[in-house]
């Protein structure tokens, strides 16, 4: 065989190998994702199954604490699944943290209401939501460094936003679920009585399946070639203190606008603006379907032209229309003009989700990469993502709604300074 022909053969086992390695990692993520967002997308209708008393919106602020308390084991996740992957492997996290998952899922869907146990409800439920917040948070480390190691240079940007597509779609998914429970098979009363737990069984069985998948998973060639040393991981994470400050600032901001443009706008169509929750989650479905098909598109775009501009693009108009948008949708007198106000929000949004799992990977060396990304990444998440709706429905109960728009403009306002002043990771990379 000639030279070329070997060079031929190498190139097309290593394309073969690099989509398979891809696949394999984001259809897990996908499932992962599913389960975290069913919470969410579904806490309209256990709400008052665990806690009774109050009215709606105090109702869901307490199903909207425990969201963010779950988001509080995620710098621990974030933590331990960092170590444990820059160690042992990004598959062998990988697959810890799925089966986490399916635990934390099994136990929502299997747990009786206040009705039967009383207070072991609500006990029960804070517990798998510490559970999957465990998982979730050595999941976005770990997955953010392997997509990032297994694709090539040239389309870095492009292959790791599928992280976020199936982060998306996993709660796309989620939404799917409710629709065809809410349009198809069940009434509204045997959605809040026992058809909420549907969604938490399918989850517990498909993170069988993503364990499957995860098994035939092969480790990154930045690991299996990584430099042994004497200094424990947490001692070199320190030795990089613009790089972990650098992450916190490139999070705040978009984590929160994220999270207030998806999670939470399901619950404020129907909450604030007035919609009925079936017109909420179509309207939700719709614009992250369009949302997902965003990310590569614009880490595509960032291969070309950098990361720093896309991120720039997020800040700036980020800072400028949130409220703007945020305020016209509080007085939409529609459905379709509450779609292409939350589609516009989230093509501003996409400038960050679509490339952040990308830059915050090359930014660390690749002993320290996966607790790199996770455990600054888990924390600002818990302080910002995971508070966003309870923030948001403390400022309507209050009384001054308005308020939560400017607290999501002055963080990505912060953001936007980190963007301004931090190295373009597309042309100096720590993969490299």
Sequence with gaps: MTGE????????????????SIFSGSVGNLVEWYDWYAYSAFSLYFAKVFFPSGDPTAQLLKTSVIFAVGFLMRPIGGWL???YADKHGRRAAL?????????????IALTPGYASIGIAAPVLLVLARLLQG?????EYGTS???????????????WSSFQYVTLIGGQLLALGVLILLQQVFLTTEQLEAWGWRIPFLIGALAAVTALWLRRGMEETESFAHKRSTDVSPMQRLLQHPRQLLTVVGLTMG???????YTTYMQKYLANSVGMSNNDATLISGATLFLFALLQPLMGALSDRIGRRPVLLSFGVL?????????????????????FWLIMAALVIVSGYTSINAVVKAELFPTEIRALGVGLPYALTVSLFGGTAEAIALWFKDIGHESGFYWYVTGCI??????YATMPDTRWKSSID
């Design 5 to 20: 022909a070997r060079a031929t053969v190498t190139a097309d086992h290593g394309t073969a190998w690099r989509l398979r």
């Design 81 to 83: 699944m960092g170590l």
């Design 95 to 107: 697959l810890l943290s799925v089966l986490l998952m399916c635990a934390g899922s099994l136990v």
């Design 134 to 138: 465990l998982s979730v948070g050595g």
């Design 144 to 158: 953010a460094t392997y997509l990032s190691e297994v694709a090539t240079r040239e389309h870095r940007g492009f």
């Design 254 to 260: 978009g984590t929160l606008a994220f999270y207030t």
């Design 318 to 338: 980020g800072t400028l229309l949130t409220v703007p948008i945020l305020s016209a949708l509080r007085e939409a007198q529609s459905a379709t003009e509450a």
């Design 413 to 418: 306002a912060i953001s936007l300074i980190v």
